[in-house]
């Protein structure tokens, strides 16, 4: 049967929410490749199944565009949030994810705000190839590494407009000390609570934005002592906060959007084997 779906956008970062409770999960790494794809699918930078949940209100699984899965996604919680509020009339409800269970709350300005966890410094827990200290790495810049339940490489630049972002983005996310490779961000630093922020996404390329991103990027700003516990993100494609006390959970809060609602067909559902098999 055909597969219904919501695709929706946080300060450019669009995503697809695939709501199947109540039913089996439908989606497999090669049917969110076929959605993915922005010129024969629905296109998106990530995918999130909504699914039953015995101890939270839903549990979200993510996928890339490519197929792959990640642990953790901001944009997309925000947005399944954003969907189950309304849903439910609540301004509270908690998700269970990989990265465990995050509660998550609509502001009275209305913008979704997002309990991410604790972030992660340790060298395996990032992962890196080899124990390294995590808040300079031996790469050229001193780039800082944390996880956010997916891996996230810090540089700190004096002038955003001068980097090459294409060409070194690539080249870092694939560097041999990422065995999982990385998400890559170039940060300079407005004031010590607005960074002006671009990311080289893993798997993904330059987005507009990223949730787990502006967390991971403020983070390590605040470790290095260069930011306060506040901090405005502004990315290509919009502003969010973020906020961080340096010992517990990173709060992440910014607005999401619906764009339209619509039906995978069959065919895009369900490929012939002339094309993916599934």
């Not at 300060?11 to 993915?36: C, E, H, W």
């Not at 908690?94 to 060298?123: D, H, K, Q, Y």
Request: glycine letters at 10%; hydrophobic letters at 40%; one cysteine or more.
């Amino acid at each position: 049967m055909p597969l219904s779906f919501h695709k929706m956008h946080a300060n450019g970062d669009d995503f697809v929410i695939v709501d199947s409770r109540n039913s089996a999960n439908p989606v497999t790494s090669s049917l969110a490749r076929r959605m993915g794809d922005r010129n024969r699918g629905v296109g998106f930078n990530q995918l999130a199944a909504v699914l039953d949940c015995d101890d939270a209100d839903a549990r979200l699984m993510f996928w890339n565009a490519d197929g792959s899965t990640l642990d953790a996604c901001g944009s997309a919680t925000r947005g399944a949030a954003d969907m189950l509020m309304r849903e439910s009339n609540m301004t509270s409800i908690a998700l269970r994810t990989n990265r465990g269970l995050l509660t998550c709350e609509r502001t009275s300005a209305g913008a979704i705000s997002v309990n991410m966890g604790e972030p992660l410094f340790g060298w395996s827990d990032i992962p890196l190839a080899q124990e390294l200290d995590t808040a300079v790495l031996p790469l050229a810049g001193g780039p800082a590494a944390c996880s956010m339940g997916n891996p996230h490489c810090t540089y700190f630049v004096d002038d955003l407009s001068a980097i090459d972002i294409a060409t070194l983005g690539p080249t870092i996310e694939t560097n041999p000390l990422f065995p999982l490779r990385t998400n890559v961000h170039f940060v300079q630093i407005i004031n010590r609570q607005h960074i002006r922020l671009r990311i080289w996404e893993r798997w993904g390329g330059i987005p507009l934005g990223s949730g787990s991103c502006s967390c991971g990027a403020a983070v390590s700003g605040i470790r290095r002592g260069l930011l306060d516990h506040s901090v405005e993100v502004e990315c290509d494609g919009g502003t969010v906060t973020v906020q961080w006390d340096g010992v517990g959970p990173v709060f992440l809060i910014g607005p999401v959007e619906t764009i339209f609602s619509g039906t995978i067909t069959d065919q895009l559902y369900r490929p012939t084997r002339r094309g993916e098999s599934g």
